[in-house]
């Protein structure tokens, strides 16, 4: 049976979708069956971000209403083969039922071992659709006290639910302006929102999902640390900071505000 995880942050645009894909990437590079569910009914991107959208037949609605078999949906990826995505390339339909989800997702949990449910932002329907499904999620949360705000309400909505694991995730973290004390520390984010803390992911240069091997890369190490921490329960935290510490560090932090 598969680990179903809702990947939730309450605002919008702080990296859901796109730790959703690079996750997943990375937990099936370690060898892990997943599956990646677009649940945005209204504004769907997974399929866009992970350049699919042209491969798509069937998707989550069509297995939902009953046109299409759970496998007919699913689009492999290329070049990963244990890795999966169930788009949604619908509006919304008022009436999908929260149980007609969770009755597709929990036939889709006997073919893998992650299911990652990419929830889409805010606190309504569309989130409620999502938590039921799941029984995990992740919180992701950006260095900006709107972000951490939110993420503290959907924190407080989560734990309403039946749910085995809360965890939380700080996503675009910058070292240099953290060693600087321009911005808050993962650490206080983490003990704010009281959640178990997954990851820290640091601000990046080049996000490229629609090659998803660059993960293979540096720009993947992140994610691959908090997959090992999904896997094996330790808790292995990115330094962002070490790198602008000390005198070295302070010449670092000087040529990156100056670039
Ligand atoms: N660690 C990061 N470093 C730099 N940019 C990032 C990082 N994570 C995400 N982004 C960028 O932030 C933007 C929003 O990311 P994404 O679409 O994943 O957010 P989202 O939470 O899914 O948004 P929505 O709420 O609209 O679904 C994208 O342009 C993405 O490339
Ligand atoms: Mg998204």
């Known amino acids: 049976m598969a680990r179903k995880i809702v990947i939730t ?149 989560l734990k309403t639910y039946e749910l085995n694991a809360i965890y939380s995730v700080v996503n675009r973290l910058r070292g240099d302006l953290v060693a600087s004390g321009e911005m808050v520390d993962a650490y206080e984010i983490f003990d704010m929102l009281k959640l178990k803390p997954l990851g820290i992911i640091p601000e990046s240069d080049n996000i490229n999902l629609y090659n998803l091997s660059d993960l293979d890369g540096a720009s993947g190490y992140p994610y691959e640390v908090l997959a090992g921490n999904l896997l094996d329960g330790t808790g292995t935290m990115l330094d962002c900071t070490q790198r602008y510490s000390g005198f070295i560090g302070r010449i670092r932090r000087n040529l990156k505000r100056n670039a």
């Open 9 to 157: 942050s309450g605002k919008g645009g702080v990296g859901k979708t796109t730790l959703t894909a690079s996750l997943g990437y990375k937990l099936a590079r370690l060898g892990m069956r997943v599956a990646l569910v677009d649940m945005d009914l209204g504004l769907n991107n997974l399929d866009v971000t992970m350049g699919i959208e042209n491969r798509i037949v069937f998707d989550l609605l069509d297995v939902v209403e009953g046109r299409c078999r759970v496998k007919q949906a699913l689009i492999q990826h290329e070049e990963l083969l244990n890795l999966y995505i169930m788009p949604n390339c619908h509006f919304e339909r008022k009436t999908i039922t929260a149980h007609g989800l969770k009755e597709v997702i929990g036939k889709m949990s006997e073919l893998f071992d992650f299911i990652l449910l990419d929830c889409p932002a805010g606190v309504d329907i569309g989130f409620h659709r999502s938590v039921v499904c799941a029984d995990e999620a992740i919180v992701v949360t950006t260095p900006h006290i709107t972000s951490i705000r939110d993420s503290d309400k959907v924190a407080g909505i």
